[in-house]
């Protein structure tokens, strides 16, 4: 099955600095990798998302990249607000779907004022 | 438009007291659904998910069971709880065979006390 790696556990910046967070997967047939984000308490939600055949995705200050090579994918937040203080999950889908994501440990990202 | 909708939103029970939580999605057919349980911490281990009404596929062996009596309702159940079933539960959907996102319930946080 597939194994996600997710790094940092805990990233700490200051407001307006970028955060980046990096994952990366065991299946070569993973072809979707979504991220949620998780504030105290919350659901997850879905805040973007990129697909195989995409090596770039962006969404104003949030930005997605994928090397299907080296399997690795990451999330960048530019010019970080205090509302991005949450966890971050990423994931991968593998085996048609139907088992459901793979999810990496999560990191805490915290925006210093 | 689609929704989730996941309750009780909290629930305290005793040691060996049962569990039923539910989980129904509107707006939608056939969708695959799962459990997640994320405990005392930021990881999201998945608990059970079914591709279709009477199909129900156990992740992690333990004292818990799921049922999905109609194709939009998915139950989550225990005959006895133990202080390990502590934790916050979410119920999730995605398409059919896709590539495409999860979409989480509101949680249920559980005290097993």
């Known amino acids: 099955g597939e194994n996600v790696e997710q790094h940092p556990s805990t990233l700490s910046v200051q407001e307006g600095d970028s955060a980046v967070i990096k994952c990366t997967y065991s299946?070569?047939?993973?072809?979707?990798f979504p991220w949620y984000k998780q504030e105290l308490g919350k659901r997850p939600q879905l805040i973007i998302d990129?697909?195989?055949?995409?090596g770039e995705k962006k969404d104003q200050r949030i930005a997605v990249t994928l090397n299907k090579t080296a399997k690795h994918f990451s999330l960048h937040i530019t010019e970080t607000q205090p509302e991005d203080s949450a966890v971050y999950f990423c994931?991968?889908?593998?085996?048609?779907?139907?088992?459901?994501?793979?999810f990496g440990k999560g990191t805490h990202l915290i925006i210093q004022p | 438009s689609q929704t989730i909708h996941q309750w009780p939103a909290t629930l305290v029970q005793p040691v060996g007291s049962p569990l039923s939580l539910e989980c129904t999605v509107e707006g939608t057919s056939n969708p695959n659904l799962y459990w997640y349980r994320q405990a005392a911490g930021r990881g999201l281990q998945l608990l059970f998910y079914?591709?279709?009404?009477?199909?129900i596929s156990s992740e992690v062996p333990q004292n818990l069971s799921a049922s999905r009596p109609q194709d939009r309702q998915f139950i989550l159940s225990s005959k006895k709880l133990l202080l390990s079933d502590s934790g916050f539960y979410l119920c999730?959907?995605?398409?059919?065979?896709?590539?495409?996102?999860?979409?989480f319930g509101n949680g249920t946080r559980l005290t097993v006390t």
């Open positions: 299946d070569s047939a993973s072809n979707y």
């Open positions: 079914s591709i279709g009404i009477g199909q």
């Open positions: 990129i697909r195989s055949n995409v």
């Open positions: 999730a959907w995605s398409v059919e065979w896709g590539e495409e996102p999860l979409h």
């Open positions: 994931a991968a889908i593998s085996g048609g779907g139907a088992d459901g994501l793979t």
